[in-house]
């Protein structure tokens, strides 16, 4: 830090410029990343910036700096940036004097001049910037390190002037590394034959510990433990929250994510599967579970919400959980502006959500569209579901395109005049061009239209649907379904006769309705449900030819049943008729290999219908030929749409080199080689499963706004490292992460460091925190005995207090598990996201409504409320007392030096062990001397169950 | 390090956890005891530079007491008297009222609902005041009504959220999260921000309307209860006496001292000091909410029965947490959702009976405060989530059997009370037939700034980082305002 007292403090530009010259006898290199870009984020973006550009002035792009001539490179005193933060004129000086009084500190001015006068270069921020492979330093102790990450650890503290802690006592590195990996602690028995093993290989301390990590990765509860941590990011809960907060049947995906760790599934297939498995070639039961991650979004079903809105909010979370899960980048800003600090522009935003807004779902209660997982839960029986599916859809397209085709290639269609409207409810009219339209009134679900016109020879009838609006930026408007169509020709004699509909060909299909159903009696039929995304049309193939005598008119009955949330009707409000007498019609439907085809799509409806199981939600991609347009929302408001916007990714960064992308090219670009950020955001959130801080501590941010890396280096060796030596296999890392003599330090902290370092930032100790929510469960359930080995299946309902749900327009109970899921691992736990299991909250976990990048460990009354009185832990103490009294000519003493053994790992110190078993013998006596205790009462285990307790309840018990 | 990284990494740490922790005697971690102590954190912290100085005014009031009417209550058959309407009443909407609309339910053209009940002009003030709150209209005069309240949220979760979060999406801290924060509590052996509610469900946001959203989850709102344990996990097992649980804490106590001088690590000792409080607060919450001791005049005031899961109980109950200094109270009654699909909602029929419930409780807890003198430092408001239309439901575009009307954001009344608000008067207006706010509309973001502003408190100033800004409970993407007109 240099500044000089003989600076004037109304100094001239020329004569700061050769002031800095001076005081530098070589003058420092300036980085733009780290010194200047602070700066203008901290002095000039909020007015000169991606939300505000005053005077079309930006500071976050460097072309719109550049061509405002502001800056002249390498020539401060011509340049008028520097001019104006030193002028003393307060009309120029920047930023505003009566805004901000204090101008630019000399150090700040200084380090502009110098940034300009060294040529103004402008690299972008640090994360933006693809990692490249960092020399590993050297270190003057070549022993301490293990792997080549100590290197850039000590390399560190050996700058610091400090030395790393000696290693931890191997009970200590066992209970760390059995929680960080497989989120357990050991078991008696593990610690025990681990202890032998230290010692029967004392030479060799490494080959013991490295047998520990083996056994530990190829545990099964392995993928239980990351699990937790993805299924935070996932949002993954099984409900549908909001409002009505109703069941989901989600839990296939946890199951997906816990096997995709336990096989050690590359980062980069696992991302794929999750964001566009459905769009694999013939995609498997997996495959299509995994798209689950993205269909964790809620759904809104409370009574009359507009389900374009909450589509709508959905594929803005899907975009925002993108980009904070891959990118650690706050993207979400950008859907109202351009980002206030990053190089985002608003309208990138919207071609982002163009790769991600061209699914099926809808905000349907039913979480349409879904897969339905058997019952039996039989894997094969779901692998032919998935099939029998793919037939279904692949066949019902055929056939419909062939009615396309012909639809669209038919010359002699010709527009049919109304002549005649009327309705059971509201008003219709016929209008100048003429289609029939709704002028007023109010029509229920359940109206019908009947229309009347003059007969003539037809082989095939085509409705349009069309929206009221002709601006399709309007579109989509609420829902327009015909749900029944009924034709009948009337003759000049008074007679009628029904004109029979064979077949219907929609102009593409999508959503959960078939077309076909506006021949039936039900609910469905054709149409835009629950929005209409522009005009539709379909054709009502006759039977037979229409050849009517004169003066007949064809009678038109439209019954309307659809209604959306709300009981809202969504009738037609606009629509117009045509017809076509080509014979090729009746050829189409009456082919006898259509006639074959249609029977076996009937048969594989039927074999579908039959299915008996329970609707896991899914991606679905709409197809191009109808994809849904996307366009930017002004001022990200979703009603007030402005322009198309073409799919692409922000130009600051690598390149999508593909014309209109979709979700599997998005899932390449976040895993390609040159994506500067994918690895860093792993490798740091890893990093701070096992650390406790990321080198990264915004996790979720590594924008110019995050917190700067405490380790670049290390943290881009990790990156490379992961990506390149290990191909995105997670095990491996962590392998050689939990070996490392950073990691095995002992979490010691000794007052002067503590002064120095008090988050072990610099990792000069090992790392000492608090078990997560989960673990605290889970560390109950071990040292009871107890713990449920199952791994998998529905959520259960371990026991909750009474009256925590209270959910409204829900009869869903909390009906607590009386067998062994009482006691089954954390994370099998129901989680509804409106009303979370409480003691999970009291322990820092979300509620998982949206994705959850980060939590923060607190240290609470409450959560000795949970460990001392939650009947679950009580129960577990219990179990834990009795479990440990159960060995013959014991006493109390072996049995408490026991339970420590099980729950710490450690052995009782003298002091300890005398006030433990001071507790037993008090609290034994209390029991003895009350006066109502019956004669039955096991005083030993009572007392023992209070000091089991106690035990769990230890600082020592509660961080690892 | 450079310094600008340096000053980057203070702001963010100071945010997330480390400025509360700078002056805490055991260091790292005590973010609960910080919470308890927050004015001598911040004074002492050595950061204290780039922390604002809190509160940032002289505060109005020192606590707030929320009522919240889940399920939005009918300002038309409550507070905003339109005598225009009752000659409307059974003709047809016009066209205007209905085009650029959404509705929840009402669809085609529905038919104009006159006001239910009978309207009079109460007290020196001259506040309209229906028949349905005959114990509130002797208290009419202690409040300030603000009648232009309108929203952009026409369904209940996100209308609560908005009211409550400031932003209609999920994710974000509640109100009290925020008071708490920037605040602080008083009192160390109860939690800061307390959460009561009655009428048989949670609100439709769920416990998202008390959540921490973004910051540290020691902000949330605590669910408490006036029947059953009133904090979770209060009472001590069936087997554990008193004397027990503090020989146990003391052993635990002991150890973890030992651990301390073993491993250095202060959360250990903030651990100790969290089982001490747990310990506190096990005698002071169960004190707390013992309605027993309260004496009879006071029971019939409220209309309370000690036991009973009610609006009456958690009113009584919020005055004794603020006599115990909580700094924020949370109460949801929920059903009023006056829809008219079923009797114990429809106007002419359950909307009464939620009348009941609340006219006596609410108008108590006024009377009470402001005897003991309470009422000039303590907040208290009233509302629900949005208003309802001046048209009459007709869901599946049938007239239906009872009376209801259809969700309206266009406007809304919330009354103040207490808390340096002035008493007797009126804010804004809506137009004839109480369908959109027409004269100064105050939107929850305004709402959220005048609240904090009396706390003393600057909106603007009250932030916290995420997603790449400096996040505030009036919504950094939407205007806001102090509404001054409201401050005595």
Same mark, same amino acid.
């Given at each position: 830090?240099v500044?000089?007292?003989?600076?004037?403090?109304c100094?001239?530009?020329?004569?700061?410029?050769?002031?800095?010259?001076?005081l530098?006898a070589?003058?420092?290199?300036?980085?733009?990343?780290?010194?200047i870009?602070?700066?203008?984020?901290?002095?000039?973006?909020?007015?000169?910036?991606?939300?505000?550009?005053?005077?079309?002035?930006?500071?976050?792009?460097?072309?719109?700096?550049?061509?405002?001539?502001?800056?002249?490179?390498?020539?401060?005193?011509?340049?008028?940036?520097?001019h104006?933060?030193?002028?003393?004129?307060?009309?120029?000086?920047?930023?505003?004097?009566?805004?901000h009084?204090?101008?630019?500190?000399?150090?700040?001015?200084?380090?502009?001049?110098?940034?300009?006068?060294?040529?103004?270069?402008?690299?972008?921020?640090?994360?933006?910037?693809?990692?490249?492979?960092?020399?590993?330093?050297?270190?003057?102790?070549?022993?301490?390190?293990?792997?080549?990450?100590?290197?850039?650890?000590?390399?560190?503290?050996?700058?610091?002037?400090?030395?790393?802690?000696?290693?931890?006592?191997?009970?200590?590195?066992?209970?760390?590394?059995?929680?960080?990996?497989?989120?357990?602690?050991?078991?008696?028995?593990?610690?025990?034959?681990?202890?032998?093993?230290?010692?029967?290989?004392?030479?060799?301390?490494?080959?013991?510990?490295?047998?520990?990590?083996?056994?530990?990765?190829?545990?099964p509860?392995?993928?239980?433990?990351w699990?937790?941590?993805?299924?935070?990011?996932?949002?993954?809960?099984?409900?549908?929250?909001?409002?009505?907060?109703?069941?989901?049947?989600a839990?296939p995906?946890?199951?997906?994510?816990?096997?995709?760790?336990?096989?050690?599934?590359?980062?980069?297939?696992?991302?794929?599967?999750?964001?566009?498995?459905?769009?694999?070639?013939?995609?498997?039961?997996?495959?299509?579970?995994?798209?689950?991650?993205?269909?964790n979004?809620?759904?809104?079903?409370?009574?009359?919400?507009?389900?374009?809105?909450?589509?709508?909010?959905?594929?803005?979370?899907?975009?925002n959980?993108?980009?904070?899960?891959?990118?650690?980048t706050?993207?979400?800003?950008?859907?109202?502006?351009?980002?206030?600090?990053?190089?985002?522009?608003?309208?990138?935003?919207?071609?982002?959500?163009?790769?991600?807004?061209?699914?099926?779902?809808?905000?349907?209660?039913?979480?349409?569209?879904?897969?339905?997982?058997?019952?039996?839960?039989?894997?094969?029986?779901?692998?032919?579901?998935?099939?029998?599916?793919?037939e279904?859809?692949?066949?019902?397209?055929?056939?419909?395109?062939e009615?396309?085709?012909?639809?669209?290639?038919?010359?002699?269609?010709?527009?049919?005049?109304?002549?005649?409207?009327?309705?059971?409810h509201?008003?219709?009219?016929?209008?100048?061009?003429?289609?029939?339209?709704?002028?007023?009134?109010t029509?229920p679900?359940?109206?019908?239209?009947?229309?009347?016109?003059?007969?003539?020879?037809?082989?095939?009838?085509?409705?349009?649907?069309?929206?009221?609006?002709?601006?399709?930026?309007?579109?989509?408007?609420?829902?327009?379904?015909?749900?029944?169509?009924?034709?009948?020709?009337?003759?000049?004699?008074?007679?009628?006769?029904?004109?029979?509909?064979?077949?219907?060909?929609?102009?593409?299909?999508?959503?959960?309705?078939?077309?076909?159903?506006?021949?039936?009696?039900?609910?469905?039929?054709?149409?835009?449900y629950?929005?209409?995304?522009?005009?539709?049309?379909?054709?009502?193939?006759?039977?037979?030819?229409?050849?009517?005598?004169?003066?007949?008119?064809?009678?038109?009955?439209?019954?309307?049943?659809?209604s959306?949330?709300?009981?809202?009707?969504?009738?037609?409000?606009?629509?117009?008729?045509?017809?076509?007498?080509?014979?090729?019609?009746?050829?189409?439907?009456?082919?006898?290999?259509?006639?074959?085809?249609?029977?076996?799509?009937?048969?594989?409806?039927?074999?579908?219908?039959?299915?008996?199981?329970?609707?896991?939600p899914?991606?679905?991609t709409?197809?191009?030929?109808?994809?849904?347009?996307?366009?930017?929302?002004?001022?990200?408001?979703?009603?007030?749409?402005?322009?198309?916007?073409?799919?692409?990714?922000?130009?600051?960064?690598?390149?999508?080199? /593909? $014309?209109?992308?979709? =979700? +599997?090219? !998005?899932?390449?670009?976040? &895993?390609? *080689?040159?994506?500067?950020? #994918? %690895?860093?955001?792993?490798?740091?959130?890893?990093?701070?499963?096992?650390?406790?801080?990321?080198?990264?501590?915004?996790?979720?941010?590594?924008?110019?706004?995050?917190?700067?890396?405490?380790?670049?280096?290390?943290?881009?060796?990790?990156?490379?490292?992961?990506?390149?030596?290990?191909?995105?296999?997670?095990?491996?890392?962590?392998?050689?992460?939990?070996?490392?003599?950073?990691?095995?330090?002992?979490?010691?902290?000794?007052?002067?460091?503590?002064?120095?370092?008090?988050?072990?930032?610099? /990792? $000069?100790?090992?790392? =000492? +925190?608090? !078990?997560?929510?989960?673990? &605290?469960? *889970?560390?109950?359930?071990? #040292? %009871?005995?107890?713990?449920?080995?199952?791994?998998?299946?529905?959520?259960?309902?371990?026991?909750?207090?009474?009256?925590?749900?209270?959910?409204?327009?829900?009869?869903?109970k909390?009906?607590?598990?009386?067998?062994?899921d009482?006691?089954?691992?954390?994370?099998?736990?129901?989680?509804?996201?409106?009303?979370?299991?409480?003691?999970?909250?009291?322990?820092?976990?979300?509620?998982?409504?949206?994705?959850?990048?980060?939590?923060?460990?607190t240290?609470?009354?409450?959560?000795?409320?949970?460990? /001392?009185?939650?009947?679950?832990?009580?129960? !577990?103490?219990?179990?834990?007392?009795?479990?440990?009294?159960?060995?013959?000519?014991?006493?109390?003493?072996?049995?408490?030096?026991?339970?420590?053994?099980?729950?710490?790992?450690?052995?009782?110190?003298?002091?300890?062990?005398?006030?433990?078993?001071?507790?037993?013998?008090?609290?034994?006596?209390?029991?003895?001397?009350?006066?109502?205790?019956?004669?039955?009462?096991?005083?030993?285990?009572?007392?023992?169950?209070?000091?089991?307790?106690?035990?769990?309840?230890?600082?020592?018990?509660?961080?690892? | 390090?450079?310094?600008?990284?340096?000053?980057?990494?203070?702001?963010?740490?100071g945010?997330?956890?480390?400025?509360?922790?700078?002056?805490?005697?055991?260091?790292?971690?005590?973010?609960?005891?910080?919470?308890?102590?927050r004015?001598?954190?911040?004074?002492?912290?050595?950061?204290?530079?780039?922390?604002?100085?809190i509160?940032?005014?002289?505060?109005?009031?020192?606590?707030?007491?929320?009522?919240?009417?889940?399920?939005?209550?009918?300002?038309?058959?409550?507070?905003?008297?339109?005598?225009?309407?009752?000659?409307?009443?059974?003709?047809?909407?016009?066209?205007?009222?209905?085009?650029?609309?959404?509705?929840?339910?009402?669809?085609?053209?529905?038919?104009?609902?006159?006001?239910?009940?009978?309207?009079?002009?109460?007290?020196?003030?001259?506040?309209?005041?229906?028949?349905?709150?005959?114990?509130?209209?002797?208290?009419?005069?202690?409040?300030?009504?603000?009648k232009?309240?309108?929203?952009?949220?026409?369904?209940?979760?996100?209308?609560?959220?908005?009211?409550?979060?400031?932003?209609?999406?999920?994710?974000?801290?509640?109100?009290?999260?925020?008071?708490?924060?920037?605040?602080?509590?008083?009192?160390?052996?109860?939690?800061?921000?307390?959460?009561l509610?009655?009428?048989?469900?949670?609100?439709?946001?769920?416990?998202?309307?008390?959540?921490?959203?973004?910051?540290?989850?020691?902000?949330?709102g605590?669910?408490?209860?006036?029947?059953?344990?009133?904090?979770?996990?209060?009472?001590n097992p069936?087997?554990?006496?008193?004397?027990?649980?503090?020989?146990?804490?003391?052993?635990?106590?002991?150890?973890?001292?030992?651990?301390y001088?073993?491993?250095?690590?202060?959360?250990?000792?903030?651990?100790?000091?969290?089982?001490?409080?747990?310990?506190?607060?096990?005698?002071?919450?169960?004190?707390?909410?013992?309605?027993?001791?309260?004496?009879?005049?006071?029971?019939?005031?409220?209309?309370?029965?000690?036991?009973?899961?009610?609006?009456?109980?958690?009113?009584?109950?919020?005055?004794?947490?603020?006599?115990?200094?909580v700094?924020?109270?949370?109460?949801?009654?929920?059903?009023?959702?006056s829809?008219?699909?079923?009797?114990?909602?429809?106007?002419?029929?359950?909307?009464?009976?939620?009348?009941?419930?609340?006219?006596?409780?609410?108008?108590?807890?006024?009377?009470?405060?402001?005897?003991?003198?309470?009422?000039?430092?303590?907040?208290?408001?009233?509302?629900?989530?949005?208003?309802?239309?001046?048209?009459?439901?007709?869901?599946?575009?049938?007239?239906?059997?009872?009376?209801?009307?259809?969700?309206?954001?266009?406007?809304?009344?919330?009354?103040?009370?207490?808390?340096?608000?002035?008493s007797?008067?009126?804010?804004?207006?809506?137009?004839?037939?109480?369908?959109?706010?027409?004269?100064?509309?105050?939107?929850?973001?305004?709402?959220?700034?005048?609240?904090?502003?009396?706390?003393?408190?600057?909106?603007?100033?009250?932030?916290?980082?995420?997603?790449?800004?400096?996040q505030?409970?009036?919504?950094?993407?939407?205007?806001?305002?102090?509404?001054?007109?409201?401050?005595?």
């Amino acid at each position: 830090m240099v500044s000089s007292p003989n600076l004037n403090r109304c100094f001239v530009v020329a004569f700061l410029v050769s002031s800095v010259t001076r005081l530098y006898a070589e003058p420092e290199r300036v980085d733009f990343s780290s010194q200047i870009r602070p700066l203008l984020n901290k002095h000039c973006t909020s007015c000169h910036g991606g939300v505000k550009q005053a005077s079309d002035l930006s500071f976050i792009y460097e072309q719109q700096v550049l061509d405002s001539g502001i800056i002249e490179p390498g020539n401060p005193q011509e340049s008028e940036l520097l001019h104006r933060i030193t002028t003393t004129d307060p009309d120029l000086r920047m930023p505003p004097v009566e805004e901000h009084p204090e101008p630019l500190s000399r150090r700040e001015v200084e380090l502009i001049t110098l940034w300009i006068e060294q040529g103004a270069e402008w690299d972008g921020h640090w994360a933006f910037r693809k990692p490249a492979p960092p020399d590993v330093p050297d270190v003057n102790d070549t022993l301490w390190s293990n792997t080549a990450l100590d290197r850039f650890v000590l390399a560190k503290l050996e700058n610091e002037g400090l030395r790393p802690t000696d290693e931890s006592e191997p009970t200590e590195w066992l209970r760390r590394v059995s929680f960080d990996l497989i989120g357990l602690p050991p078991t008696e028995q593990e610690l025990l034959s681990f202890l032998d093993a230290c010692e029967s290989n004392s030479d060799n301390r490494l080959a013991t510990y490295q047998a520990e990590v083996d056994r530990l990765l190829v545990s099964p509860h392995f993928g239980e433990r990351w699990a937790s941590m993805w299924l935070d990011l996932a949002r993954y809960a099984d409900s549908q929250g909001y409002e009505k907060d109703n069941h989901r049947h989600a839990w296939p995906f946890r199951d997906w994510v816990i096997a995709a760790f336990n096989a050690d599934m590359p980062f980069d297939e696992f991302t794929l599967k999750q964001l566009a498995g459905d769009l694999l070639p013939e995609p498997t039961a997996d495959d299509l579970i995994a798209t689950l991650f993205h269909r964790n979004t809620q759904t809104n079903d409370e009574g009359g919400t507009d389900d374009e809105e909450f589509r709508v909010a959905a594929v803005i979370d899907r975009i925002n959980t993108t980009w904070t899960v891959w990118m650690g980048t706050t993207f979400g800003c950008v859907q109202c502006h351009s980002h206030p600090y990053d190089p985002f522009r608003h309208e990138e935003f919207y071609q982002f959500m163009a790769m991600l807004n061209n699914t099926a779902d809808h905000d349907l209660s039913n979480d349409y569209p879904t897969l339905t997982y058997p019952e039996n839960k039989d894997k094969q029986e779901l692998e032919s579901t998935v099939a029998l599916t793919r037939e279904h859809k692949a066949l019902r397209e055929q056939l419909n395109r062939e009615g396309v085709a012909l639809a669209e290639g038919c010359a002699d269609w010709t527009k049919l005049f109304p002549t005649e409207v009327s309705s059971s409810h509201g008003e219709l009219e016929i209008t100048d061009d003429h289609l029939v339209r709704v002028v007023g009134g109010t029509i229920p679900a359940n109206s019908r239209y009947f229309v009347k016109t003059t007969a003539t020879e037809l082989r095939a009838l085509r409705v349009e649907i069309l929206p009221e609006s002709d601006d399709p930026a309007k579109w989509p408007e609420r829902g327009s379904v015909l749900s029944q169509i009924k034709l009948t020709l009337e003759l000049a004699d008074g007679t009628s006769q029904p004109v029979e509909i064979h077949d219907v060909i929609a102009d593409y299909l999508a959503g959960p309705f078939d077309p076909k159903d506006s021949l039936q009696e039900n609910h469905q039929g054709f149409g835009g449900y629950p929005k209409l995304h522009g005009p539709r049309w379909a054709v009502f193939v006759l039977k037979q030819p229409l050849a009517p005598p004169a003066g007949a008119v064809l009678s038109l009955e439209l019954h309307q049943k659809a209604s959306t949330s709300g009981g809202q009707s969504i009738h037609l409000r606009r629509f117009g008729l045509t017809s076509s007498a080509d014979p090729a019609w009746s050829s189409l439907v009456a082919a006898e290999d259509r006639g074959v085809r249609q029977e076996e799509l009937q048969s594989l409806a039927a074999s579908l219908q039959q299915l008996k199981g329970t609707p896991i939600p899914i991606m679905q991609t709409r197809s191009r030929d109808y994809s849904r347009p996307t366009r930017t929302f002004i001022r990200g408001n979703w009603q007030t749409r402005g322009d198309l916007v073409v799919a692409g990714v922000p130009e600051t960064l690598h390149e999508l080199d /593909l $014309a209109n992308p979709g =979700r +599997t090219e !998005l899932a390449e670009w976040l &895993v390609a *080689d040159d994506n500067p950020l #994918t %690895a860093r955001v792993l490798v740091n959130r890893i990093w701070s499963e096992l650390f406790g801080i990321g080198l990264v501590e915004t996790l979720e941010d590594f924008g110019s706004t995050g917190t700067p890396p405490s380790h670049p280096a290390l943290l881009d060796h990790l990156a490379v490292q992961l990506q390149q030596e290990h191909t995105w296999h997670i095990k491996p890392f962590l392998r050689d992460l939990v070996l490392s003599s950073t990691y095995r330090q002992a979490n010691r902290i000794t007052p002067e460091l503590l002064e120095r370092d008090p988050r072990n930032r610099l /990792l $000069a100790r090992g790392p =000492r +925190t608090r !078990l997560t929510a989960e673990m &605290v469960r *889970d560390q109950a359930l071990v #040292t %009871a005995g107890k713990l449920s080995p199952k791994i998998g299946g529905p959520s259960v309902m371990p026991p909750q207090p009474e009256g925590v749900w209270q959910a409204v327009y829900s009869g869903a109970k909390w009906k607590a598990a009386t067998d062994a899921d009482r006691y089954r691992r954390a994370l099998y736990t129901y989680w509804r996201r409106t009303s979370p299991y409480p003691s999970f909250m009291t322990f820092d976990s979300p509620s998982r409504e949206v994705c959850s990048p980060r939590r923060i460990a607190t240290n609470t009354p409450l959560q000795a409320l949970v460990t /001392l009185n939650d009947p679950v832990y009580v129960e !577990l103490s219990e179990h834990l007392a009795v479990r440990v009294m159960d060995r013959a000519d014991s006493l109390p003493e072996d049995w408490i030096r026991e339970a420590y053994l099980i729950v710490t790992q450690n052995q009782l110190t003298n002091t300890t062990v005398t006030e433990l078993v001071a507790l037993f013998e008090a609290t034994r006596s209390e029991y003895e001397k009350a006066v109502d205790s019956e004669a039955e009462t096991d005083h030993d285990r009572a007392a023992m169950t209070v000091v089991a307790s106690a035990i769990l309840n230890l600082d020592e018990a509660l961080v690892k | 390090m450079n310094l600008e990284p340096q000053e980057q990494l203070q702001h963010l740490a100071g945010v997330t956890r480390r400025h509360f922790l700078g002056s805490c005697p055991t260091g790292l971690g005590a973010l609960w005891l910080a919470l308890q102590n927050r004015q001598q954190a911040v004074a002492s912290a050595p950061s204290a530079a780039s922390v604002p100085t809190i509160p940032h005014f002289r505060p109005k009031a020192k606590r707030v007491i929320f009522l919240h009417m889940a399920g939005a209550p009918s300002q038309l058959e409550l507070f905003d008297f339109k005598p225009e309407l009752q000659k409307l009443d059974g003709q047809p909407c016009p066209q205007s009222f209905l085009e650029g609309k959404r509705f929840a339910f009402i669809q085609g053209v529905p038919f104009m609902l006159a006001p239910q009940f009978d309207f009079k002009q109460v007290g020196e003030s001259g506040q309209w005041v229906s028949d349905r709150l005959p114990h509130f209209r002797s208290v009419a005069d202690e409040v300030c009504f603000i009648k232009s309240m309108k929203t952009d949220q026409f369904n209940h979760a996100p209308a609560q959220l908005l009211l409550h979060t400031g932003n209609p999406n999920l994710g974000y801290p509640s109100f009290g999260s925020w008071v708490t924060y920037g605040l602080g509590s008083d009192n160390q052996n109860l939690p800061g921000f307390i959460v009561l509610i009655s009428g048989g469900h949670t609100p439709s946001a769920g416990k998202s309307a008390w959540g921490s959203g973004f910051v540290p989850s020691v902000y949330q709102g605590v669910q408490c209860r006036s029947k059953g344990e009133p904090v979770l996990y209060l009472s001590n097992p069936k087997a554990v006496t008193p004397t027990i649980r503090r020989r146990m804490l003391d052993s635990i106590k002991k150890i973890n001292q030992e651990t301390y001088d073993a491993k250095g690590d202060p959360e250990t000792l903030t651990r100790i000091s969290q089982y001490e409080m747990a310990f506190r607060m096990q005698t002071s919450a169960t004190e707390a909410f013992d309605l027993k001791d309260e004496p009879q005049h006071i029971h019939e005031l409220y209309g309370t029965q000690p036991g009973k899961d009610s609006f009456a109980n958690n009113c009584l109950l919020a005055r004794r947490l603020v006599e115990r200094d909580v700094r924020f109270i949370q109460l949801f009654h929920w059903g009023w959702d006056s829809h008219g699909a079923g009797a114990n909602e429809a106007l002419n029929a359950g909307f009464s009976d939620r009348c009941r419930e609340v006219d006596r409780p609410m108008t108590a807890l006024l009377t009470d405060l402001k005897q003991r003198g309470l009422l000039d430092e303590t907040l208290v408001i009233w509302g629900g989530e949005f208003g309802r239309t001046p048209m009459r439901e007709n869901r599946n575009g049938v007239e239906m059997k009872l009376i209801g009307r259809d969700h309206n954001p266009g406007a809304f009344t919330i009354w103040l009370a207490g808390g340096g608000m002035k008493s007797g008067f009126t804010y804004g207006q809506t137009d004839e037939v109480g369908y959109e706010a027409v004269e100064n509309p105050v939107t929850p973001h305004d709402f959220h700034a005048t609240m904090l502003r009396a706390l003393g408190l600057d909106h603007k100033r009250l932030t916290y980082p995420f997603q790449g800004l400096n996040q505030r409970l009036s919504n950094v993407t939407k205007p806001s305002r102090v509404v001054e007109a409201v401050f005595a």
